[in-house]
Nanobody
Framework: QLVESGGGLVRPGGSLKISCTGSGRPFGDYVIRWFRQTPGKERTFVAAISRNGARTYYADFMKGRADISRRNVENTVWLEMNRLQSEDTAVYYC??????????????????WGQGTQVTVSS
């Protein structure tokens, strides 16, 4: 099971750090990927982190303003986002799967999702 938290309302230009906590499976076995979704659109890849945290990968729109990290002893991955803009408003989902390549930007049926956390960027 994956549970996201930390979403909320933030002003344009602000920062937010959301988290994803896993349970029930060996957390360190999984690559964790973040996706986001707005109404009527497909989920879009945001960032990914390798099983040991050594490798990360970001969507172009997040490069330079996000940091993904993890602590397997806490079964948690964080996504810190900076310089947020209104177009970053979305439900953010974490996703876990066993494919080791962090540059994979889609999901497949072997993985599992959290329930999502809403991030709203508005003045």
């Amino acid at each position: 099971q994956l549970v996201e938290s930390g979403g909320g309302l933030v002003r344009p230009g602000g920062s937010l750090k959301i988290s994803c906590t896993g349970s029930g499976r060996p957390f360190g076995d999984y690559v964790i990927r973040w996706f986001r979704q707005t109404p009527g659109k497909e989920r879009t890849f945001v960032a990914a982190i390798s099983r040991n945290g050594a490798r990360t990968y970001y969507a172009d729109f997040m490069k330079g303003r996000a940091d993904i990290s993890r602590r397997n002893v806490e079964n948690t991955v964080w996504l810190e986002m900076n310089r947020l803009q209104s177009e970053d408003t979305a439900v953010y989902y974490c996703y876990a799967d066993l494919r080791p390549d962090v540059a994979i930007v889609d999901a497949d049926p072997s993985g599992y999702w959290g329930q999502g956390t809403q991030v709203t960027v508005s003045s």
